[in-house]
């Protein structure tokens, strides 16, 4: 058995062709244009290009793009100014402060600062707490995309095992409280689990998250699982996931690449929250199928 390929980056290309239209429609009927503000610190490389792309991408769906670049010597009260700026700013609906931020910055603070509304991360302890507890929040972006993707090779969740590894507070939690509100069997597996292969060999869905460069190998996949790599690892033979991506293709019913896979739909699900999110500042109702 050969599993199928979730094309990721077409799925996101899709997403934001319905994102456009709505956007498009917003602007119409109500003379409203969503506005994402992207926030960086310092020139790590890597942050450099996923912020130019969200910017690309922000315009190409019709909305408003305002990029912040700050240098890494930029002071804890010089940022909490400028989400203040942001926060008090009526074209702004979205906010994201590009992580890591460097050392010398209290990350925990300043995302806690961001406008609960504009959080288009779902970030801050508020909207973590408002999810966890099925209250309509903003959701982070990697697991939203990853929802996305498994309802529609899936359908209904219900029941279904699915092991999340990874317990991180930007994917592993929230992808473990998506799928507990989905009515999934859930298991939070990490770095001190026990018997990790027998977990997974359980799960009618794996997610893995971990940061370990090709982990999760066929042998650890149930036959017909769908498999979700969320994994982004930069070595030496380029950009590879948590998922042994072969081995796993044997026996998985499904499984997503890297790159084209899970990093497209983050993308594209930030620029459904910021559609969101504008939405709400005005009163409206949520778009059409772009939150859980
Ligand atoms: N506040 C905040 N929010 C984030 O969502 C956030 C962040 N900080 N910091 C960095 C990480 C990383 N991240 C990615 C988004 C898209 C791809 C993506 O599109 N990847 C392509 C490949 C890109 C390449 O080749 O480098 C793919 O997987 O096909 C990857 C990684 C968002 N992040």
């Known amino acids: 058995m050969v599993a199928e390929r979730i094309d990721g980056k077409a799925f996101a290309a899709e997403l934001r062709e319905r994102i456009a239209q709505q956007v498009a429609a917003l602007k119409a009927e109500h003379d409203l244009v969503p506005g994402l503000a992207v926030v960086l610190v310092g020139d790590d490389p890597a942050s450099q290009v996923y912020v130019g792309s969200k910017g690309k991408q922000t315009v190409a769906a019709g909305m408003n793009s305002y990029e912040h670049r700050l240098p890494a010597e930029a002071t804890q009260a010089d940022l909490l100014a400028l989400i203040g700026r942001l926060n008090a700013d009526s074209a702004v609906h979205g906010i994201l402060v590009q992580l890591p931020l460097p050392d010398h910055i209290d990350e925990t603070e ?4 961001i406008a609960v509304k504009k959080d288009v991360d779902g970030f801050t302890v ?26 529609d090779r899936l359908g209904d969740l219900s029941g279904l095992n ?6 991180s507070n930007i994917v592993g939690k929230p992808m473990a409280a998506l799928l507990l509100a989905d009515n999934a069997t859930v298991t939070v597996a990490h770095s001190r689990s026990r018997d990790l292969p027998a977990i997974t060999r359980a799960a009618d869905i794996v997610v893995a998250a971990v940061g370990r460069p090709g982990m999760v190998r066929g042998d650890w996949v149930k036959p017909g699982a769908t498999v979700i790599d969320v994994g982004i690892n930069r070595t ?5 996931g948590d998922v042994d991506y072969d081995s796993v293709a044997e026996v998985a019913g499904a499984v997503t690449p890297v790159p084209g896979g899970v990093g497209p739909m983050t993308i594209a699900c930030l620029l459904a929250n910021t559609l969101t999110a504008c939405c709400r500042a005005n009163g409206l109702p949520d778009p059409e199928g772009l939150t859980p």
Do not use: Y
């Not at 300043?110 to 600062?113: E, Q, R, V």
């Not at 707490?129 to 498994?150: D, F, H, I, N, S």
């Open 162 to 167: 699915a092991v999340v590894i990874g317990r």
């Open 236 to 240: 030496e033979s380029g950009l590879v």
């Open 126 to 151: 508020a909207n973590t707490g408002r999810l966890a507890t099925g209250q309509r929040a903003m959701v982070p972006c990697t697991p939203l995309g990853c929802l996305m993707l498994l309802r």
């Open 110 to 113: 300043i995302i806690n600062a």
